[in-house]
Each structure stands twice: as structure tokens, then as C-alpha cells.
């Protein structure tokens, strides 16, 4: 319930990082973090509305203060906080929120605020059956097997000279080859090598020598002060023979999380995907629609799809609230936030599928 006594807010400017192992805002996610982006709102360079019962953590970003994900506080007092960031924020844009937040939200910032989905998780539910994956997870979990595949937890700060300058080598790599070039940060932690208190790291291996040649983060996600589930922050490996590496790493962290009695494993998110318009405003959901089929083939886009789509688990939705009847203007401003360069992304996106085609052009004269 809310107090009756006044409670005071304050904005805290971006470049500050905030207390991990401890502090005001690492208590608060432990306590009210139930979506699996709340670990997330601690990274670097994001700014706060605070006030002494919870935060909203957001990023400046193409006009708008657009929020990572909902308040982080009580359910009981959500409503209040958002109604505060509504007076105080410049154009508020809550963004990457479930529907209750969204409607509330909505709702609060009166008739030129409009909702809108933008897609959905992919979050596993670990007491499911195995037998529910698709066959590509159990065809790389076999070769996994006969390649010598091992997933290793590590803790960060205890890195040898040696493996730090293997994960430092692989996120070259990885970077190199993205459809996305650069270090992403606001929806994706980026990566830490100091230790980030909850979060845990593990090592990718392979071969006889058990050479590290990937990693995954997981960060939690609590529900009463215990963690319920884990959000895949991070997965990154180099190139290899071995087939299906992400399929056999998801496997294998799920089962490993299962055996230590967490319920959840969240593979993040798909955006524009199986955008939910239900009970939303129809011209930003029209939008939002338009969006989802003209960027349907962006390489990028289409792999998460897939990849995501071998577990069977729950979809649940995300949207976005934003005073701006225009969509794009949202989509802008997430770019900008992530520190995305928009047009080497669709270059290199487009880039591969006209290599992909011409090669498959190719092919079928040579076979003709």
C-alpha cells in the first residue's frame, strides 16, 4: 500500500554507476525485479527517477525519456510512480512494459498517449518436458556430444590472463560478424569482466583441449525476493564446425537451471513479432503492423525468430506507450538508446541476403 507520508523523488543524470553487489536500487530489483529486464537496469549510463519507494530507469534518447522496461517497485505503489514520471519526464515513452503496465500507463498520461505492441519473449517454463523441443535441439545436442561441447560457469573476476583474452577475442569476433556492429547496451547488458554480483557467466568449450570459444550471461530475475528465473543476456561464439551451438547452449543452461530448482529461463526478446493490437490505439497499432511485415526479412530479425522458436515455452507480450502518434519515432529512439547504427544494420542485412541469393543463383545454373 502506498504511504500517506510525502516521499521525495530525484533524477539521477546518466554516467553513474549504480550500486551492484549493493545498494538502494540493487535492493529494490531484488525485491520488486519480476520482469526478466530488471537486472538490466542497473548497466551504466542510464538515468533514474528516483524516489525512497522505487525507480524508473530510462535513456534520453531522440526527444523522449524512454523507460527500460516497467517501474521497478512495488505493485502497490506502480501507479504512483508512474504518475510522477508522467509530471516530471520529458515526453515520457514507456517502452518494452507488459499490458497491465501499458494500460496503466496509458490510462494515467490521458488521451495523447497511445499503445501499441512491438512483439514478444520467448520464456521456457523448465518443469516442461524435454521432449517437447524441436528435433534441431536434439540433433546439436548429440553432436555436442561427440564434439567434446562443454558449458562451464565461471565467475567473471576470476578470469586467467588466458581466458579473458579468449572472451575478449570472441566478442571481436562476434561484432565483426553481427548484423548489429557494435557493443548494444539499454535492452542488452552490455558485458562486464568485474563482476556484476548476480549475474553468472559461463564459458563455451570444445575438443580435446576444451578451448574456449564462446560464452553466455545470464542475468535474475526475483519473484519475493528469491530468484525465479533467468533472462540469456548474452550468448556470443566464434565460428566452428560444430552445428547448432546455440541450440545445444540453451539446452544445456535450461537443464542445469532445472536441476537447481529455478522455474524459468527467458530467451528475450523477439521484436516485431506476433504483435498483439488487441485493445490497443488502432493508428499506432496499424503502424506497428506495417512495421512488423516490411522488416519481416531483415536478417537479424529472422534469425531470432528462429533460433528462439526451437523451445517451446510461454510468448509473452510487450508494448510500448508514447505520446507521439507516430511509430517510427519510437523505433528511432530505441535505436538510438542501443547505440544501433541504423543504416550499417540494413546494409549488412541486405548485404547478406544478396550474397545469399546470388550464391543460390549460382548453384542452380551450375546444376542446370
Known amino acids: 500500500m502506498l504511504a500517506t507520508m510525502p516521499r521525495r523523488a530525484r533524477i539521477s543524470p546518466p554516467g553513474q554507476r549504480p550500486g551492484i553487489v549493493g545498494g538502494v536500487k540493487h535492493d529494490l530489483v531484488r525485491a520488486h525485479g519480476a520482469d526478466p529486464i530488471s ?12 524516489t525512497s519507494f522505487g525507480y524508473v530507469p530510462y535513456q534520453r534518447a531522440f526527444g523522449f525519456d524512454l523507460t527500460l522496461g516497467p517501474p521497478v517497485c512495488a505493485a502497490g505503489d506502480r501507479a504512483e510512480l508512474v504518475q510522477r514520471f508522467l509530471r516530471t519526464g520529458r515526453r515520457p515513452l514507456f517502452f518494452y512494459v507488459q499490458r497491465d503496465v501499458a494500460m496503466l500507463a496509458a490510462g494515467l498520461g490521458g488521451p495523447r498517449y497511445r499503445v501499441s505492441g512491438m ?3 520467448k520464456v521456457l517454463a523448465l518443469d516442461a518436458p524435454e521432449s517437447a523441443r524441436a528435433a534441431k535441439v536434439e540433433g546439436a545436442l548429440r553432436k555436442a556430444a561427440r564434439g567434446g561441447f562443454e558449458v562451464r560457469e565461471v565467475q567473471p573476476s576470476a578470469l586467467g590472463d588466458e581466458e579473458r583474452a579468449r572472451v575478449e577475442a570472441v566478442t571481436r569476433a562476434y ?18 569482466l568485474d563482476g556484476d554480483g548476480l549475474a553468472r557467466m559461463f564459458l563455451l568449450r570444445q575438443g580435446a583441449d576444451a578451448r574456449v570459444f564462446g560464452y553466455a550471461v545470464l542475468d535474475p530475475y526475483f519473484h519475493e525476493g528469491r530468484v525465479q528465473g533467468y533472462l540469456l543476456n548474452l550468448i556470443r561464439f566464434e565460428p566452428t564446425r560444430l552445428w547448432g551451438v546455440y541450440y545445444a547452449a540453451v539446452a544445456t543452461l535450461a537443464s542445469r537451471l532445472r536441476v537447481e530448482g529455478v522455474s524459468q529461463l527467458s530467451l528475450g526478446f523477439c521484436p516485431l513479432y506476433g504483435v498483439d493490437t488487441g485493445g490497443c490505439s488502432p493508428g499506432l497499432s496499424r503502424q506497428v503492423q506495417w512495421l512488423e511485415r516490411r522488416l519481416a526479412g531483415v536478417d ?6 528462429e533460433m528462439k522458436d526451437a523451445f517451446p515455452g510461454g510468448t509473452p507480450q510487450r508494448y510500448f506507450v508514447t505520446p507521439s502518434p507516430w511509430a517510427v519515432t519510437a523505433l528511432l529512439s530505441l535505436l538510438r538508446a542501443c547505440g544501433v547504427p541504423l543504416t550499417e544494420v540494413l546494409r549488412r542485412s541486405f548485404s547478406s541476403r544478396a550474397r545469399a541469393s546470388g ?7 551450375s546444376s542446370a
Open 119 to 121: 512483439g514478444m519473449d
Open 359 to 365: 550464391a543460390a543463383s549460382r548453384a542452380t545454373a
Open 175 to 192: 561484432l565483426r560478424r553481427s548484423s548489429v556492429p557494435v557493443e548494444m547496451r539499454f535492452l542488452n547488458r552490455p558485458l562486464t
Open 300 to 305: 537479424y530479425l529472422a534469425r531470432l525468430r
Open 39 to 50: 537486472y538490466s537496469t542497473l548497466q551504466p549510463g542510464l538515468s533514474y527517477f528516483e
